[in-house]
Each structure stands twice: as C-alpha cells, then as structure tokens.
C-alpha cells in the first residue's frame, strides 16, 4: 500500500523475491555472511548453551534436594541469577570471553541457568511425599527412587520449563549477536541496517520467528510423545 516509505518497509512483492533469489547474502570478506549460514551459527550457539545449562541446572538441583545443607548456599545464588536479564552479562562476556562464539554459548548458558534451576528445584519439591514414603517403604534404592519416581513425576514441568528457556535462549544469543557478537543471525541482521539492505532486515525478522515458531513445535511434539504415559 506504500503507506511507509518503500525503502524503509519493503513491500512482499519485493521481498519476496529477494528471499527466493538464493544470493542472501551481506558484508565483504571475512565479514561476508549469508543467512543459512548464520542461522546454522545461532542454532549451533543455542544448542549447546542450552545443553550445557541444562546439565548444570540439573545437577544442582540434583544437589540441593539430596544435600539440605547445600540448600542454604546453592539456592539464594541461583535465585540471585535468574533476575537478571541476559543481556547484562553481554558487556562482561565480550570483556572477559570475547566476541566468539564461547561468548555466545556463555550468554546463552547464563539466560538458561537460573531460571532452569529454580523450575527443576520446584517441581522435586512439588512431588507428593506419598510417593517417596511409599518408594522408601518398598525398599527403593536412591538411583532408583530417581529414575522411577522422582524423574516421571518432574517430567511434565521440566518439558514446559525448557520450552521457556528456549525462548530465553533464543533472544539471548539473538540480543548477544546484535551487541557486538560479530557472526550469526542476529549480527547479519545488523550489518544490513547499517548497510541499509531493508529487504535482508526483513527476511532476518521473519527468520527469527519463523524458526522459533517451528522449534516450539518441535518441543511440543517432543512433549506429547514423552508424555504418552499420563494419558
């Protein structure tokens, strides 16, 4: 409709095309990247900062349900961490890290690590304690009373949680790239603002959308098929 200027919100009719072209592309030299490129560098990034924060969340939750002392000094920490936003450690990462790719992954594992932690520490605390006196009455062992009581009653919880720390995770690194992270999605969509390539910038929002939307739906799927024991 040209209600804005074209050049600043370029209609479909030109987008469109731009994205189907296959030369998605921005940047000279080293700096050049494409958007499959960068997409499989901020999903890569996402990945494993996840993977990594969620082995450490569950670890210390595993730590403070099974060593009460431990309670009074893990949990006001990690209560202390899941307030603040990811993208207040991006200054301090770039400092101490870099502008790799370990800072992304570290920014990523820290919007995952609080958050992640306390959701794990409330729902072992949330399990009815007829199961566990039960379990203990029947002679379960300590692994056991984890694989077959503790982690079938936590399971819906932690599905839900790490859906929402994906989506932590994914502005994360997004917000990470776009500060200062020199490669990724979030990095190709600034240097075509500041190269004024509009088109690009739109096809990196839609990206970002789009491909959250469909790992959301991934997890879903992932849910529903873990899940089929409750119906």
Not at 5 to 11: A, D, G, K, T, V
Not at 125 to 149: C, F, Q
Request: glycine share 10%; charged share 10%.
């Amino acid at each position: 409709m040209e209600w804005l200027n074209p050049q600043i919100l370029p209609p479909p009719s030109e987008t469109i095309p731009y994205a189907l072209s296959g030369n998605i592309s921005i940047g000279f030299g080293q700096q050049k990247t494409g958007l499959f490129e960068a997409t499989a560098i901020t999903l890569t990034r996402v990945g494993t900062g996840m993977l990594a924060g969620l082995l450490v969340s569950s670890c210390l939750a595993i730590m403070v349900i099974e060593l009460p002392l431990l309670r009074r000094l893990i949990l006001p920490i990690v209560q202390s961490l899941a307030p603040i936003a990811p993208v207040a450690w991006i200054p301090f990462t770039i400092a101490v890290i870099g502008i790799g790719s370990q800072a992304a992954v570290f920014i990523v594992f820290m919007a995952v690590l609080g958050t992640m932690s306390l959701s794990l520490i409330a729902a072992l605390d949330g399990i009815p304690a007829e199961y566990l006196k039960i379990a203990r009455n029947l002679g379960t062992s300590r692994m056991r009373m984890w694989w077959y009581v503790r982690l079938p009653a936590i399971t819906p919880g932690a599905m839900t949680a790490i859906r929402m720390s994906f989506f932590g995770a994914w502005m994360a690194v997004l917000a990470g790239e776009m500060a200062g992270i020199n490669s990724g999605l979030g990095y190709m969509i600034i240097m075509a603002q500041q190269m004024y390539n509009m088109k690009l910038v739109m096809i990196g929002i839609l990206a970002i959308g789009f491909i959250g939307f469909i790992i959301d739906r991934l997890l879903l799927l992932a849910n529903a098929k873990l899940l089929q024991w409750i119906e």
